[in-house]
Every structure is written in structure tokens, then in C-alpha cells.
């Protein structure tokens, strides 16, 4: 789940910005790939994910403090899945037969086929864990397992985990310049490998700033889990582990969740949730809550209520008010929907990317019903007007309840890098 390679790619004027954006929307993908849609399988994302990558053993102590914080789905070992079913868990199963490798072979293959058996009626069990972070040369691989277990058992996710746009040509196994290598990266994953679920991660507090990538990925991932018709997941960042990345405090955790949101992401992972030479994360060593936990446990369980209120909708468009980052599209000028800032607390500096993010959603492509906004200051809190004709409701995710916010216009509230559900009745 992390690269080791950091780059810095200089911010593209507004003008190539919106080139670049506007290219984003007409990814050329085969016209077979394009045409056939996603595959179909019985497995449903169901819940919003709400998981984390490098995390302790299981155990009913463990299973019990991350059920609590709002974590819906764990990694296990076979042994494991007792316990998460105990808690009322989700899990990824672990194990080394999950591996192209064990096609190749007729012994491995038998022990791979006995694992299923064993687990696929399991209560707990949500996917197999097939690899983090592959190469476009690990594809055909990795697509015949995907379409083996497909086949095995339909019911569970095959799950894989992508590079970031910062990663090398090498690493992606594409040539190019960072949207044309990452963009070919994403075609042929999804044309051999077909998934379910399309999840990357991307890592944007560094210790010198932030990166310039992150709504960049963000965008290229939503287009590309649009026109295959699957949910995405979004890897966030919540510890540092080398000197050059910082740990995000609990603002900056939130304008990492509810930008994801903005952008349609029907799942969240924390790298990390506890991890020996890791700063941050979820836990320390003995186990005992991080200061960032509390600020975790309540944006779970905000994101979920979210993502399940979206879930029945379609993400039709994303929108930039403000600094438009590499990547983002500005809000067009004759919108019907403004965002116009109040009041900002005084603050000493201000992220790169300042100012607000809509996404808009709906069952019509031509009407959006829902829209998340979001303040893209982690710094300071906002009081902002959405601009709108009709009678607007807010969605308050700790009640899970929408109440009446406005006609036309409606006031909010924005703590740093937080967000709000709004439905137009």
C-alpha cells in the first residue's frame, strides 16, 4: 500500500489543467472493453468500506476496539474469521494460495480449491486478497485468478490494490508522461483484469506540503470505476514512515474522507492502523488509542452513513470552486448551483488547494438531486451559502436523519476540511 518512490510533478497552468481534465472525461478504452460493461457477479459491495491496511493480529481485543472505531471490514488468516464473525465484521482473507502461481501448479491448485470450500460459506467473509500494488506485466496473471474465483465462488470480492499516478513508469509498467503512463495502467487493468472494485492509494501530506496529484488520482479513479460501473475505494493516509511524509491530524483526515466522498468513493482504508516503524496510524505499539483514533472513529462512521445515502445514485460531475487543482474542473460559470464563502477564521497559510469541491449526484444524468460539499481549507473552519432554486435538506450523518436547510439557499457550517449532504426535495 506504499510506494517507495515520491515525486514532485511542477502544478500545470489553469489552461492545461482544464485540457488535462477535460481529456480525463473520454478515456479511450477499447470499444469491446467500453461496450461489454462490467462483469456481472452476485457479489454487491453492500456496507460502505470502512477498512485499513497494516493493522495487529486479530483478536477479540482488537476485533472489539476497531468494531468500536467504526472499522466494517479486517484482514484475517483463515483462523481468523471466527473472531470477525464474533464482532460482526467483515473480512479479507490472507493466505499464500491466493496467487496466480497456484494455477500453475495442479497440487497448489487442489490445496487453493479446498481453501475456498472451507471458507466460502464463512459468515465473515467479505474477499480474497490477491496483491497490492502489481505491474501491468502481473495482469494476465492476476486476471485469470480473478476470473477463477469468479468462477469458485461469485459470491466473494477478489480484491487488489493499485499504484498511485506517483509511481514510475516502471513501477505501473507503462511509458509516458504521469497521465498518460497512469491512464494506460488503468485501461489495461480493467480490460484484463475486470474487477469488481477498482481501490489505489495515494499519500498526499508530506513533510515539506502537500502533494499536487491527489485530486488527479482521485478524478482518473472515478472515471475509470464510472465507465466500468463499479464502486472505487480510496487508501488515505493516517501515519507517516519516513521522514519526508508528516502525520495527518484529524483535520487533515477529514478533507482526506470527505473529499473522497465528493468524488463518489464507496470506501475508505487507513494506511496504517498500527505498524511496528510507523509514526501515526490508529494505535500505538501496545495497543492504547493514537490521538488520531477518536477523530477516526467519528469520520467512519460519518463517511458510512454518506456513502450508504449515495450509494443508490450515480456521481454525475465533481466540481472545483476556487484554486482548481491538477486535475479538477471548474464549476462552470452558468451552474445553476453556487458556493459562495461567508466567513473564514483568520488563519496564517492556506493548502493548495483552497476553496470548495461539489459533487453531484443523482438517478438522472441530467438532474443532479444530492451534492456533497466540502471545504478544501484543513486549516480553519467556514460558514458558506450553497446557491440553489428549490427546497434544500441537510443530511446529518451522527442521526442519520435530513432536516429542512433552506429554499434557494442554504447556510453552513464547515468545521476544517469537513463536508455536508445536501437533497433539493
Not at 126 to 138: K, M, N, Q, T, W
Not at 159 to 186: C, K, M
Not at 226 to 234: D, E, I, R, S, Y
Not at 332 to 354: F, H, K, M
Request: aromatic share 10%; hydrophobic share 40%.
Amino acid at each position: 500500500m506504499r510506494t517507495t518512490r515520491q515525486i514532485a510533478v511542477p502544478l500545470a497552468t489553469l489552461a492545461a489543467t482544464a485540457v488535462t481534465a477535460i481529456t480525463m472525461l473520454v478515456l479511450p478504452y477499447p470499444a469491446a472493453w467500453a461496450g461489454d460493461g462490467p462483469v456481472t457477479a452476485p457479489w454487491t459491495i453492500g456496507k460502505p468500506i470502512v477498512t485499513y491496511w497494516a493493522g495487529p493480529a486479530l483478536s477479540d481485543a482488537v476485533a472489539t476496539q476497531m468494531a468500536e472505531g467504526g472499522w466494517n471490514l479486517v484482514w484475517a488468516r483463515e483462523e481468523d474469521l471466527d473472531v470477525a464473525a464474533r464482532h460482526g465484521l467483515r473480512a479479507y482473507l490472507q493466505h499464500p494460495l491466493l496467487s496466480p502461481q497456484s494455477l500453475d501448479d495442479p497440487d497448489r491448485q487442489s490445496q487453493l480449491d479446498a481453501l475456498i470450500d472451507r471458507v466460502k460459506a464463512h459468515p465473515a467473509l467479505y474477499g480474497y486478497f490477491l496483491r497490492d500494488e502489481p505491474s501491468a506485466s502481473d495482469f494476465p496473471g492476476l486476471g485469470k485468478l480473478v476470473a477463477y474465483l469468479r468462477q469458485r465462488d461469485p459470491a466473494h470480492l477478489a480484491f487488489i490494490n493499485l499504484f498511485p499516478t506517483y509511481a514510475s513508469n516502471a513501477q505501473l509498467g507503462t511509458q509516458g508522461d504521469v497521465v498518460t503512463a497512469y491512464r494506460e495502467h488503468l485501461r489495461l487493468y480493467m480490460q484484463i483484469v475486470k474487477p469488481d472494485l477498482v481501490s489505489y492509494d495515494h499519500y498526499h501530506f508530506r513533510a515539506d506540503g502537500d502533494g499536487d496529484q491527489y485530486f488527479l488520482n482521485l478524478a482518473m479513479i472515478r472515471e475509470t470505476a464510472l465507465q466500468a460501473g463499479v464502486p472505487f475505494l480510496n487508501i488515505i493516509q493516517a501515519c507517516s514512515w519516513t521522514p519526508s511524509m508528516r502525520v495527518p491530524n484529524g483535520d487533515e483526515l477529514r478533507y482526506l474522507v470527505y473529499t473522497s466522498l465528493a468524488y463518489g468513493a464507496q470506501g475508505i482504508c487507513h494506511y496504517v492502523y498500527g505498524w511496528p516503524n510507523h509514526v501515526g496510524g490508529m494505535v500505538n505499539p501496545d495497543g492504547t488509542p493514537t490521538s488520531l483514533y477518536p477523530a477516526a472513529k467519528a469520520l467512519n462512521h460519518e463517511f458510512e452513513a454518506i456513502a450508504e445515502q449515495l450509494q443508490p445514485l450515480r456521481s454525475l460531475a465533481v466540481y472545483h470552486v476556487g484554486q482548481v487543482p491538477w486535475g479538477g474542473i471548474a464549476l462552470p460559470e452558468n451552474s445553476a448551483l453556487r458556493v459562495t464563502a461567508i466567513a473564514a477564521s483568520s488563519r496564517s497559510g492556506a493548502p493548495a488547494a483552497d476553496g470548495f469541491v461539489l459533487g453531484l449526484f443523482g438517478q438522472d444524468p441530467d438532474s443532479a438531486s444530492h451534492v456533497v460539499v466540502v471545504n478544501l481549507d484543513y486549516r480553519a473552519a467556514r460558514t458558506a451559502e450553497l446557491q440553489g432554486s428549490g427546497l434544500w435538506e441537510r443530511f446529518d450523518p451522527v442521526a442519520r436523519t435530513w432536516s429542512e436547510a433552506g429554499r434557494d439557499a442554504a447556510s453552513l457550517d464547515f468545521p476544517p476540511g469537513g463536508g455536508h449532504l445536501l437533497r433539493r426535495k
